[in-house]
């Protein structure tokens, strides 16, 4: 079974902290997606990587950025947290961008910013 | 983007089966249907996905419509495990591998 984890369940940070979201996949896929999901407003594409150290911006980059140094590895990262980014953040990764590929879930991270 | 209608919530009973509607009047030709579910305090995760032809897997069954503007996913012995948030995405060639996520259907399950 394809096993996608994510660093921790519960996290409580102040405004202004930077914030480190980890991403591990097993299953060798290329890519990887950070989404964010919020009551009301559905799951919301944050960055992808197709590859390592590549990365495009998906529908609401900003206050984010991304580093992908190894294929199983996909980092989410809050400069400066702040109170808007308290959320359920969701990575994901598929083996190909190919319309057919699933994309498989980790079980989220829920930010509290205070 | 093409978009999906579905209703905001079902119920069902246990052991019964449930058909699970999703409206998509402005599929183009090259969309690929897909259905993911959400259990509480879980990330989403496939269910089942089709172009043009009806498809069954071990979790669901997926019945497409001649004219493609609608889909209904199909459990056909609801357990109490399956209660959980339904999405119909449709994804296109523009979008790539992004998924988009609408409200959903909720599901209950009563015993």
């Known amino acids: 079974d394809v096993k996608v984890t994510q660093s921790s369940r519960y996290l409580v940070k102040r405004t202004g902290e930077k914030v480190f979201l980890e991403c591990v996949q097993d299953?060798?896929?290329?890519?990887m997606f950070w989404y964010r999901q919020d009551p009301g407003l559905g799951l919301r594409l944050i960055y992808f990587s197709y590859d390592v150290k590549m990365k495009e911006k998906g529908d609401i980059p900003e206050g984010y950025s991304v580093s992908r140094e190894k294929k199983e590895r996909f980092s989410l990262i809050l400069e400066s947290a702040s109170t808007n980014q308290t959320s359920m953040y969701l990575c994901?990764?598929?083996?190909?961008?190919?319309?057919?590929?699933?994309?498989?879930f980790g079980p989220g991270t829920r930010l509290t910013v205070l | 983007d093409a978009k999906t209608t579905q209703p905001n919530s079902m119920e069902s009973n246990e052991e019964e089966p449930v058909h699970l509607p999703c409206n998509h009047s402005t599929i183009s030709g090259t969309d690929y249907i897909h259905w993911y579910r959400q259990l509480p305090s879980q990330g989403p995760e496939y269910v089942i996905h089709?172009?043009?032809s009806n498809v069954n897997n071990r979790m669901a069954s997926l019945a497409i419509a001649e004219d493609r503007k609608s889909s209904t996913l199909i459990l056909h012995r609801a357990t109490l495990r399956d209660a959980a948030v339904y999405y119909c995405?449709?994804?296109?060639?523009?979008?790539?591998?992004?998924?988009?996520f609408g409200q959903g259907t909720e599901l209950s399950v009563k015993p």
């Open positions: 299953m060798d896929h290329e890519n």
């Open positions: 995405i449709l994804r296109d060639e523009i979008q790539g591998g992004k998924l988009i």
């Open positions: 089709g172009l043009t």
């Open positions: 994901a990764s598929s083996l190909g961008l190919n319309l057919q590929n699933t994309q498989y």
